[in-house]
């Protein structure tokens, strides 16, 4: 079982280059989301998915774009990188009960 | 000012000592609260979840929620070194299980043998 899995898990841009993190779970669960983590700001919701099909905002989506054409997956995709999108990456997902289940991270850094 | 606050510490304590940890938070609608463990480099994991006031023990841990303070709390006893790692407050206003979450900045946590 692997539960929810991201790749890459390190990457190296340069400013202005586009690519997308993937991020797929085996569990079956309808909802996914998307965090970024900085030193000192916690983790901040990007976008979520309750759905295949269904997206939306969350606090920090501006530069980032998302689809949910399956259960399975939910990739982040950044459309021209930035410095001030150097961060760590989570994917979550979550069903009905209480647990929402992370990744292991993505770092990713721009230049 | 952000709509939850919790000290980054970092804070120390010898093993065997009871650790506080706490978050206050500005949303009076947020009902569900939990905390989370990050080990360095991995993903957060789950460690309690508690459904609007009251405590919630499991373990060593024990999580307590105020909502008439807008406080909420993390006790961990008996502490011991593999419990060094940053600790996430984290809140949602609608169903917790969603994903839609407003962390904390975390605290680290270190445990000396």
């Known amino acids: 079982n692997a539960g929810v899995t991201q790749t890459p898990k390190f990457q190296v841009l340069k400013t202005g280059q586009s690519m997308t993190l993937q991020c797929a779970q085996d569990?079956?669960?309808?909802?996914m989301s998307w965090y970024r983590q900085d030193p000192g700001m916690g983790l901040r919701l990007i976008h979520y998915?309750?759905?295949?099909?269904?997206?939306d905002q969350g606090e920090v989506p501006n530069g980032y774009n998302v689809s949910r054409s399956t259960t399975e997956d939910f990739p982040l995709r950044l459309l021209s990188a930035a410095p001030s999108q150097t961060s760590v990456y989570f994917c979550?997902?979550?069903?009905?009960?209480?647990?929402?289940?992370f990744g292991e991270g993505s770092w990713l850094t721009v230049v | 000012q952000k709509e939850v606050e919790q000290d980054p510490g970092p804070l120390s304590v010898p093993e065997g000592a009871i650790v506080s940890l706490n978050c206050t938070y500005s949303?009076?609608?947020?009902?569900?609260f939990m905390w989370y463990r990050q080990y360095s480099r991995k993903g957060p994991e789950l460690l309690m979840y508690?459904?609007?006031?009251g405590n919630k023990e499991d373990g060593r841990f024990t999580a307590q929620v105020d909502k008439s303070s807008k406080y909420i709390s993390l006790f961990i006893r008996d502490s011991q070194p593999s419990d060094s790692a940053t600790y996430l407050c984290?809140?949602?206003?609608?169903?917790?299980?969603?994903?839609?979450?407003?962390f904390g900045q975390g605290t680290t946590l270190q445990v000396k043998p």
């Open positions: 979550a997902s979550s069903g009905q009960t209480d647990t929402i289940y």
């Open positions: 569990m079956n669960h309808e909802y």
């Open positions: 998915s309750v759905g295949a099909g269904i997206t």
């Open positions: 949303n009076s609608a947020f009902q569900y």
């Open positions: 508690t459904y609007s006031s």
């Open positions: 984290a809140m949602s206003s609608g169903s917790g299980n969603t994903g839609k979450l407003i």
